[in-house]
């Protein structure tokens, strides 16, 4: 059987991790020193641009396809988008407001703790979305859509993460890079033969200081063998 487009796992992948890695974060910040709390709020902002901008190439892409091949298909997730986006925002806020504390605000630690159970009750729900969208909206999609529409769907998604700024893109690979295997790293690189010279130098930099050597001579292994 031919495998059909998978247009979420790989990025899902990258969120993952990138959600993981905040989970962590968040169980070892000390609330009340504020470089701890800077280097958690650095990861939360910048997972928050990623969300809105993977919720609108999504929404831009993907779901007009799902909404003509499946009535109605796109709504749930769209209203799920909505709420994940309010309750993060909700967390940044919520941080915030514990980094505007005296350092030797006397309920500091158990206001920290209820931020990073939040922050995980956000995590499950997310993750639950993800599931949702491997498992039950991708083969939904595949019965009735064509090979065509979901690689220009999928085409669509790739043209919208790409027009990103910089900082953005760095953000991307960095959840990308260690999340992926050898054949995904390959696909990645095999899609920044296109790209502007600097970003296929920050890519190549990121994979180099990420993986290990054994890593690395897997993922040119699979490239070389194109």
């Known amino acids: 059987m031919v495998r059909q487009t998978d247009l979420y796992t790989s990025i899902h992948k990258a969120h993952r991790y990138a959600l993981y890695t905040m989970a962590i974060q968040a169980g070892r910040t000390d609330y009340s020193e504020e470089s701890s709390l800077e280097r958690l709020n650095d990861l939360l902002a910048a997972f928050r641009e990623q969300l809105r901008i993977h919720i609108e190439a999504e929404e831009t ?15 749930d997730l769209e209203e799920e988008h909505r709420l994940h986006s309010e309750q993060f925002e909700n967390l940044i806020n919520h941080l915030e407001e514990i980094r505007a504390l005296p350092e030797d605000f006397e309920r500091l630690g158990e206001i920290g703790l209820e931020h990073y159970r939040a922050l995980n009750r956000f995590i499950a729900g997310y993750l639950a979305h993800l599931d949702r969208e ?10 009735p859509a064509t090979e065509d529409e979901l690689l220009g769907a999928l085409g669509g998604y790739l043209s919208g993460m790409r027009d990103i700024t910089p900082e953005d893109a760095g953000y991307l690979l960095k959840i990308m890079v260690p999340a992926y295997d050898p054949d995904e790293l390959r696909t990645v690189f095999e899609r920044a033969e296109g790209a502007p010279k600097e970003a296929r130098e920050m890519l190549y930099a990121l994979t180099e200081s990420m993986l290990s050597t054994k890593e690395l001579a897997a993922v040119k292994k699979r490239f070389e063998e194109r």
């Open 61 to 75: 892409f993907i779901h007009p396809l799902l909404s003509r091949r499946i009535p109605g298909g796109a709504r």
């Open 134 to 143: 491997e498992e039950d909206i991708q083969p939904a999609l595949w019965r």
